[in-house]
């Protein structure tokens, strides 16, 4: 119901918060089920964003949510792998490497890719509303059964939409579990701040594979360079917080920050010397954190909404996407009845958080693999104990390489180590094989033996779940 003449938002079985890309993969797949979908997004498109560099899985979501062609056609800088000078070691990863045919990604200016998936969402019939902001969800016996709205720019526009089932993807807002229930956990590792920019008029980075990102490690911190397709290149910091401060208390401010650091890195102090600084320079803490719960009576948080990883492996729309793929399938089973809620939330919950859990093992890992000094930031990035707490780490480790079943039977600390030295390659296996798991592909679980506690996900002919036995049938 809306009040003071403003124009109605419909009452949905589904509402998704935020037109982000984890917003649109949901609202996009649930719609095309024939589900009644309304999307509220508080800004309106174009809007900035960071994150664009893309992993290789992000690929294989575009080809699910039909807008590859789209994404493709776009030109944005096509993705041909990942570059990092890292410590002592400089690793070429090409995506070419991993099976499959044409791995590529896109490098990608947010606000394009943003509104692609958004216009997507909108032409596959999900009724988006942008410029309104979700302030509050309500919830009746402890389900979630409705949310407030208020139009912005239009004084006292508001309302109330009813729904059956409501997707938190409003990012790091996080309208549910940062301001609503206060479940959202900080985690005591990756407590960054990234300070970035746009440069313009620097030759091509040429490191690497084709269109690569390129990560350069540095005493505090890391640096990444990437190409977009408008001629501009993305440079950014990653640093400590305590180290920020000092540099910042040193330097006199965040621009100067912001080129001491890359003055200090050779092969980016020469790309941009005859370069310009085009923008502003931004900056946002990364703090890695985690909801309690990913799901609840009538909700789902999704992508930057339930949890969020350091972006050193551009691990962020993959999840995004991910998340929103696994809450598609597991909503349209539970409206259309086929399975009970308790266990279709079970199983989002379960397959969300063990592919964030092992990423964040993974960055961790990779932080660990720095062969450089002693640097207090990096010692900062390794896992402490009370952030493995509760991490099903065993599970984790057993997907994040083949190979790695033989850790199964020692303690949790003891096979955290091991991982860690076998990445590294002080196992007496192939030496710094940790390089190439940074071109993880996450794959859905998609068919039986891929099951968590005996449900999998399905695609085609129809998204939902199914019952590994009823696959035997
Ligand atoms: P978002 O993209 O944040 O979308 C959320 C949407 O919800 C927004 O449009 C917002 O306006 C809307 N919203 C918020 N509150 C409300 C509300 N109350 N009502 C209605 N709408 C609302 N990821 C990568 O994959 N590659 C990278 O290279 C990369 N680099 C990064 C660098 C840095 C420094 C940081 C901080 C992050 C980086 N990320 C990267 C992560 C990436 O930005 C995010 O993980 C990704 O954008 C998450 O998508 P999302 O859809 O969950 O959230």
Request: glycine share 10%; charged share 25%; hydrophobic share 40%.
């Amino acid at each position: 119901m809306a009040q003071n003449g403003a124009a109605e938002i419909e009452n949905c079985q589904v509402l998704v918060i935020g037109g982000g890309p984890a917003g649109s993969t949901v609202a996009t797949l649930l719609s095309r089920r024939g589900i009644r979908v309304t999307l509220l997004e508080r800004e309106h498109f174009p809007r900035y964003h960071i994150g664009e560099s893309l992993s290789i899985s992000c690929f294989r979501a575009m080809e699910v949510l039909g807008v590859r062609d789209k994404v493709e056609s776009h030109g944005f800088t096509r993705k041909e792998g990942s570059y990092y000078a890292w410590g002592e070691e400089e690793w070429d990863l090409p995506f070419s490497h991993l099976p499959g045919e044409d791995n590529h990604s896109w490098q990608v200016i947010r606000s394009e890719f943003d509104q692609i998936l958004l216009d997507h969402a909108r032409s596959e019939g999900v009724r988006v509303h942008e410029g309104v902001n979700v302030s509050q969800v309500h919830f009746e016996n402890g389900r979630a059964v409705a949310a407030s709205w208020t139009r912005r720019g239009e004084e006292n526009a508001s309302g109330r939409v009813h729904f059956d089932v409501v997707v938190d993807a409003s990012g790091r807002n996080g309208v549910l579990a940062s301001r609503q229930l206060s479940s959202r956990k900080f985690h005591d590792v990756f407590r960054n701040l990234a300070v970035w920019g746009y440069w313009e008029g620097t030759p091509e980075l040429n490191l690497g594979p084709t269109g690569a990102i390129a990560v350069f490690s540095r005493e505090n911190g890391w640096l990444w360079a990437i190409p977009l397709h408008d001629g501009t290149l993305s440079i950014g910091l990653v640093t400590g917080k305590d180290e920020y401060k000092a540099d910042y208390d040193r330097l006199g401010g965040r621009q100067a920050v912001y080129l001491d650091a890359i003055a200090s890195c050779s092969q980016l102090a020469d790309l941009t010397k005859p370069g310009k600084l085009v923008s502003e320079v931004k900056s946002e803490t990364d703090y890695s954190y985690v909801a309690d719960e990913f799901s609840g009576p009538g909700y789902f948080l999704i992508g930057d909404a339930a949890c969020f990883l350091d972006p050193l492996l551009s691990t962020g729309v993959h999840l995004a996407t991910f998340s929103g793929m696994l809450a598609a399938a597991t909503i349209s089973s539970m409206l259309s009845g086929e399975l009970p809620e308790q266990e279709c939330r079970d199983f989002f919950q379960t397959a969300y958080r063990q592919a964030y859990e092992r990423l964040l093992l993974l960055v961790s890992v990779f932080y660990e693999s720095y062969r450089g000094s002693e640097s207090h930031f990096y010692q900062a990035q390794a896992l402490t104990r009370e952030d493995r707490k509760g991490l099903r780490l065993h599970d984790a480790f057993l997907n994040i390489v083949a190979g790695t079943e033989d850790l199964v039977d020692v303690t949790t600390e003891g096979a955290y180590q091991a991982l860690a030295a076998k990445l590294r390659g002080e196992d007496g296996g192939s030496p710094a094989p940790i390089a190439n798991h940074n071109t993880f592909k996450e794959k859905l679980p998609e068919s039986p033996d891929l099951a968590l506690a005996g449900i999998y996900l399905t695609l085609q002919p129809e998204l939902g779940l199914r019952r590994v036995e009823r696959a035997r049938d």
